[in-house]
């Protein structure tokens, strides 16, 4: 167990449709980073969260958009959804320097 | 910019024999991590290894072994006695250790290589 806890684990919805995902991080951990998984795909780095604050993008879409709360956890959230949304979503979290990124289990979306 | 590269997309070795998998990296800083991740079918992502580039011994962890190579920028992990379990995407990964003002910590992925274990 990581300690990173997303939910839902899965999400089926129809295109055009807007949804939230969730992460709770590891106990201590400040920074959170949330990643796309297209089938058979590496990942692809969307967004980082440092103690509330935007720290760093790549390739996010305008139509999808995150913050962080301030008791840490961090939601994304998914616009207009297309067929090629259809993907893994993943969190992460991590401290500072030597401290790896430590995954949730996902949240598997399918946009019909 | 760093840069971390794959070069095998996949990789097969029979049950109980030892393999090796290849990551180099690009980078112009003397201080930094090493990881590799593990992506079995269920398709969580498992730290299975780090390095600190100022440490010169290689990082070990039951049966996985890592050789890193800091003049060559380096970084293979060599798995042995595979098993079944062994199974998955692996992942290699960069991070800065410099202390950034922006915080941004995030890691630099290779392209990952499919490890298959055959019975």
């Known amino acids: 167990d990581s300690g990173v806890t997303q939910t839902p684990k899965h999400l089926i919805t129809a295109t055009g449709q807007r949804v939230t995902l969730r992460c709770s991080p590891r106990?201590?951990?400040?920074?959170v980073y949330w990643y796309q998984q297209s089938l058979d795909q590496g990942l692809q780095f969307l967004i980082q969260?440092?103690?509330?604050?935007?720290?760093a993008k790549g390739n996010i879409l305008e139509r999808f958009s995150a913050q962080q709360f301030p008791d840490l956890h961090s939601e994304l959230n998914l616009s207009s959804l297309e067929l090629g949304d259809s993907a893994l979503y993943f969190c992460?979290?991590?401290?500072?320097?030597?401290?790896?990124?430590?995954f949730g289990n996902g949240t598997r979306l399918t946009v019909t | 910019a760093q840069t971390v590269t794959q070069s095998q997309p996949e990789m097969s070795v029979q049950e109980a024999e030892t393999v090796t998998l290849s990551c180099t990296y690009d980078?112009?800083?003397?201080?930094?991590?090493l990881f590799w991740y593990k992506q079995p079918p269920s398709r969580q992502m498992i730290l299975v290894i780090r390095?600190?580039?100022?440490k010169q011994q290689n990082a070990t962890e039951n049966r996985f072994s890592v050789n890193f190579q800091k003049a060559a920028k380096s970084f293979s992990l060599k798995i042995s006695d595979s098993q079944l379990g062994d199974a998955a995407m692996y992942f290699c990964?960069?991070?800065?250790?410099?202390?950034?003002?922006?915080?941004?910590?995030?890691?630099?992925w290779g392209a990952g290589t499919k490890l298959i274990i055959k019975p």
């Open positions: 106990s201590g951990d400040l920074s």
């Open positions: 969260y440092y103690n509330g604050e935007e720290r």
């Open positions: 980078t112009s800083e003397s201080d930094y991590y």
């Open positions: 990964a960069y991070r800065s250790a410099r202390r950034r003002e922006d915080s941004n910590y995030q890691l630099i």
């Open positions: 390095q600190e580039a100022y």
């Open positions: 992460a979290s991590s401290g500072t320097g030597a401290s790896p990124l430590h």
